[in-house]
C-alpha cells in the first residue's frame, strides 16, 4: 500500500524518519551496461536517459515510475575475422589428424624396434646367457669389407662340442652339412656363411659371430632383432655350410648341435665319411632332411615342416619330432626309436633293437613297416582321425612282443609275423572286426602247425584269441588293437 502525504493526518506524530531525514547524498551514477552489438532494446520512442539526482525519502509520493535506461546496441562478431569455410576447416583438422597419427606411428615403430633390437634384458642381440660372442659382423661397412656379403669361421674339430645357432625374426634360411675332399687343415670344420637382401640397410640390423660357450664348445650364431616391423623382412635370407673334411678313416665328431629358427637343415652322405657321437638339430619352420646318417645318439626337433631321411641310423637312441609336419624315412635304432608329430603324417620304415618303438601322431595317417630285434620289444602306434597301417616284418624266435595300436574315426589295420605268439584284442565301435590267418611255415622248421583260436563277442564290439606254435606260448605276447566308428582288421 502506498501513503500519499496528502493522506497523512496532521494530528499524527511524524515518522521518526521524517523527523530525522536522510541526507541528501546523491546516489553514485551508474555506469551503463556494456555494448554487445548491434541489437537495440527500447521501452518505446519516448524513452529517454535521465540518471538518479539522489535518493527519495522513504514514503515518498511517486507519480510515475523511474525513467528506463538508455537504448542498448549490442554488436555481435564486431572485431572478430571472418569465419573460415567448413572445406578448409575440414582439412586443417584432417592435417592435425594426420600429423597425430604419423606421430605415434613412428614413437610406436621406434619403440617396437628398440625393444627388438635390445631385448629384455638390455643386450643388443637376443644371444643366450653362457655364449661369448667375437669376429662379429654387424653393419653395412663391416660386410662390404668382405666383397660378396659373406664371411667364413674355421672351428676346431677337436672341439667338445661344435653349435650353429640363430636367433631372431631376420635370421632365417638354409643350413647344409657336407663333406670336402682338399689339401686344406683337416683339423677344422669350416662355417661359411652368406646373406640375401633387398636393402642394404638390413644389414645394420643383423649380426654374425664366431661363438665359444663353456670349455670345448665353439661354434657360429646369426642374430637379428625379436621385433621388427619392416615387411622386407621376408626379403632377407642366409645361406649357411658347415663343410667337414672327408678322412679315412672316417671323422669322429663329438657333439653336433644347431638351434636355428627358420631355417631348414639338410644332411649330406656322410655313410662312410663321418659318425656323429652325438647328433642335435632343432628348427622352427623348416624341415630337416638327410640322406645317409650314422650317429650314438640322435635327436631331431623342428614344427610346422617335415623330417625325414633317407637313412639315419643310430647305435644307442633316435629321438624325432615336429608338430603340424610329417615324418618319413628309414630310420633304425639299436635301442629306443622314438617318432613323435601332430597333424602330420608318419610314413616310415623302422627298425629297433631296444624295448621301445613308438609312433604317434594326430588328424593323420600313420603307416609304419617295422622290424623289432630284441627279445622283448614293446611297439606303440598311435594316431586319430586317420588310417593305421602297421606291418611288424620281422622278430626273433621267442620274442615276447607286446603292442598297442589305436586311432579313430578310421580304420586300423596290423600285421604280425609267424614267429608271432601270445594273445590278441580287437575292439571297435558300430563297425566289423576281422582276423586273417595267413599259411606260414614253422619259423624253427620243425613243421608244427599254427593254432588261431577267436572268441568272437560281437554284441560288445571286441574279439579276442590266441595264436601259437606250442600251447606253451600261448601266453608269451600281447596284442591290442582299437579304434572307434571304424573297422579293424589283423592279420596273423
Avoid at 554487445?36 to 518505446?44: C, K, P, Q
Avoid at 602330420?344 to 594326430?362: H, L, M, R, Y
Wanted: charged residues 20%; hydrophobic residues 35%; aromatic residues 8%.
Amino acid at each position: 500500500m502506498i501513503i500519499l502525504d496528502h493522506d497523512i493526518d496532521p494530528a499524527r506524530p511524524e515518522s521518526p524518519n521524517k523527523q530525522n531525514p536522510l541526507p541528501q547524498t546523491p546516489l553514485r551514477a551508474v555506469s551503463p551496461p556494456p555494448t554487445y552489438g548491434v541489437a537495440t532494446y527500447s521501452r518505446g520512442p519516448s524513452a529517454q536517459s535521465q540518471p538518479f539526482a539522489g535518493s527519495r525519502p522513504p514514503f515518498a509520493a511517486a507519480s510515475a515510475p523511474p525513467p528506463p535506461p538508455p537504448p542498448t546496441t549490442v554488436a555481435f562478431g564486431a572485431g572478430s575475422p571472418p569465419r573460415q569455410s567448413a572445406g578448409r576447416r575440414f582439412f586443417e583438422a584432417f592435417g592435425v589428424a594426420l600429423l597425430i597419427w604419423i606421430l605415434v606411428v613412428t614413437f610406436t615403430r621406434s619403440l617396437e624396434l628398440n625393444i627388438g633390437h635390445h631385448g629384455i634384458s638390455g643386450s643388443i642381440y637376443p644371444i643366450p646367457n653362457g655364449v661369448r660372442t667375437m669376429d662379429c659382423i654387424d653393419s653395412q661397412d663391416a660386410w662390404g669389407s668382405h666383397g660378396l656379403h659373406s664371411t667364413s669361421y674355421e672351428l676346431p674339430l677337436s672341439s667338445d662340442t661344435l653349435f650353429l645357432l640363430s636367433k631372431g625374426v631376420l635370421s632365417r634360411g638354409t643350413l647344409e652339412v657336407s663333406t670336402e675332399q682338399s689339401g686344406k687343415d683337416t683339423s677344422v670344420a669350416r662355417v661359411e656363411v652368406s646373406v640375401e637382401y633387398n636393402d642394404a640397410s638390413i644389414l645394420d640390423h643383423i649380426q654374425v659371430c664366431r661363438l665359444s660357450r663353456g670349455d670345448g664348445e665353439n661354434g657360429v650364431g646369426i642374430f637379428s632383432p625379436n621385433a621388427w616391423w619392416r615387411v622386407d623382412r621376408e626379403k632377407v635370407r642366409f645361406n649357411v655350410k658347415l663343410v667337414l673334411p672327408a678322412l679315412s678313416p672316417r671323422l669322429n665328431i663329438h657333439t653336433l648341435e644347431t638351434d636355428m629358427a627358420n631355417f631348414q637343415q639338410i644332411l649330406g652322405d656322410f655313410s662312410e665319411l663321418v659318425h656323429f657321437e652325438n647328433l642335435r638339430l632343432k628348427s622352427t619352420n623348416g624341415r630337416i632332411a638327410g640322406q645317409y646318417v650314422t650317429c650314438d645318439a640322435c635327436a631331431f626337433e623342428t614344427t610346422n615342416d617335415a623330417v625325414a631321411f633317407a637313412r639315419l641310423g643310430a647305435s644307442k637312441q633316435a629321438r624325432i619330432s615336429s608338430t603340424n609336419g610329417p615324418i618319413r624315412g628309414h630310420y633304425s635304432s639299436d635301442n629306443d626309436l622314438i617318432l613323435r608329430t601332430t597333424n602330420g603324417p608318419i610314413e616310415v620304415e623302422a627298425q629297433f633293437g631296444g624295448k621301445i618303438f613308438d609312433a604317434s601322431t594326430t588328424n593323420s595317417r600313420l603307416e609304419a613297416n617295422v622290424i623289432a630285434t630284441g627279445s622283448k620289444p614293446t611297439i606303440r602306434a598311435a594316431t586319430s582321425n586317420g588310417p593305421l597301417h602297421l606291418a611288424v616284418q620281422e622278430m626273433p624266435v621267442g620274442a615276447a612282443l607286446t603292442l598297442n595300436a589305436e586311432t579313430s574315426n578310421n580304420a586300423a589295420r596290423v600285421s604280425l609275423p609267424a614267429t608271432y605268439e601270445g594273445a590278441f584284442l580287437l575292439s571297435t565301435t558300430n563297425q566289423a572286426l576281422y582276423v586273417t590267418q595267413r599259411e606260414v611255415k614253422d619259423p624253427e622248421g620243425k613243421g608244427r602247425q599254427r593254432t588261431v583260436t577267436q572268441n568272437r563277442v560281437s554284441a560288445k564290439g571286441f574279439i579276442k584269441g590266441d595264436v601259437y606254435w606250442s600251447p606253451s606260448s600261448r601266453s608269451r605276447g600281447n596284442v591290442d588293437v582299437k579304434s572307434t566308428n571304424a573297422k579293424v582288421f589283423l592279420e596273423v
